[in-house]
């Protein structure tokens, strides 16, 4: 039964990724904690699993979006070399970040994001843009704050990177496409990080690899890739601000949930 809510998660989280083109952990990590809470898993790791373990499933995930969007040459590759830099550093001193917090103040941080990720979608806030692509120096800070908050939410980086980039003048299909590629190496070292700070943790669960429960990733990955399609494929049939605004309620009710 578990393994079956697993599977079903993957597959809403594919769904709202391809409807939203927003990254599943955004969808993940709550009701990964909600879950690990209802198995009684230790509350002071349930969040660090959650974390962890949505990282892992992007690293699956964000290799198919990044090949779409090649094949659509979406990528800019050298935009995403620079910030590759800062990404893996920031990822791994987030997740390492993470690790420090007690389950409580991290639940809290995450419930204050997926508030403020709501409001941006239900109010369709966009940033304008203000500013040419910085020069590497730029990109390489700029990829160190997005890997360290996305490490410590256990997201793929989109939220941030696509906001950065439209601010910079790109062109919204390349800095969706350009995000994607930079969600890789932000799961890649989160999730390695996240492995090694939770590997002498006494209270894990079994099938856990650190801070990776293995049973809910390989349920996740089995169905997130598959629904994605699915996903992009309603978004051309529904009304997609109708529905960004029912789930931005939706994130609003789950980040509140965190605070009370």
């Known amino acids: 039964m578990l393994f079956a809510i697993y599977l079903v998660l993957g597959a809403c989280a594919g769904v709202l990724a391809g409807l939203f083109g927003i990254g599943g952990g955004l969808v993940i990590v709550p009701v990964l904690i909600f879950s690990f809470g209802l198995q009684g898993f230790d509350p002071e790791i349930?969040?660090?699993?959650?974390?962890?373990?949505?990282?892992?499933?992007?690293?699956?995930?964000?290799i198919s979006s990044v090949r779409s969007h090649h094949a659509r040459g979406a990528v800019d590759w050298p935009v995403f070399r620079s910030m590759a830099v800062g990404i893996v550093i920031g990822a791994m001193i987030g997740a390492w970040t993470a690790s420090l917090l007690s389950g409580a103040a991290l639940e809290l941080i995450i419930g204050v994001f997926v508030i403020l990720?709501?409001?941006?979608?239900?109010?369709?806030?966009?940033?304008?843009?203000?500013?040419?692509?910085?020069?590497?120096?730029?990109?390489?800070a700029a990829g160190g704050g997005i890997g360290w908050a996305s490490a410590i939410f256990g997201i793929g980086g989109g939220t941030l990177t696509v906001?950065?980039?439209?601010?910079?003048?790109?062109?919204?299909?390349?800095?969706?496409?350009?995000?994607?590629?930079?969600g890789l190496p932000i799961a890649i070292a989160g999730a390695l990080t996240n492995i090694a700070t939770g590997?002498?943790?006494?209270?894990?669960?079994e099938y856990s690899l650190g801070f990776i429960y293995l049973p809910a990733l390989v349920g996740i990955v089995a169905t997130s890739v598959l629904f994605a399609?699915?996903?992009?494929?309603?978004?051309?049939?529904?009304?997609?601000?109708?529905?960004?605004?029912i789930f931005a309620m939706v994130l609003l009710v789950v980040g509140l949930r965190f605070l009370i």
Do not use: E, Y
């Open 229 to 245: 399609r699915v996903g992009a494929a309603l978004a051309h049939r529904l009304d997609a601000m109708l529905l960004k605004r």
């Open 46 to 62: 349930a969040a660090h699993l959650a974390v962890g373990t949505s990282l892992a499933t992007i690293v699956f995930t964000s």
């Open 163 to 182: 906001p950065f980039l439209s601010w910079c003048n790109v062109r919204m299909q390349r800095a969706v496409g350009t995000s994607s590629a930079c």
């Open 199 to 205: 590997w002498q943790v006494p209270s894990l669960p």
């Open 117 to 140: 990720v709501g409001l941006k979608m239900l109010f369709d806030v966009k940033p304008r843009p203000g500013r040419d692509v910085p020069g590497k120096p730029g990109l390489v």
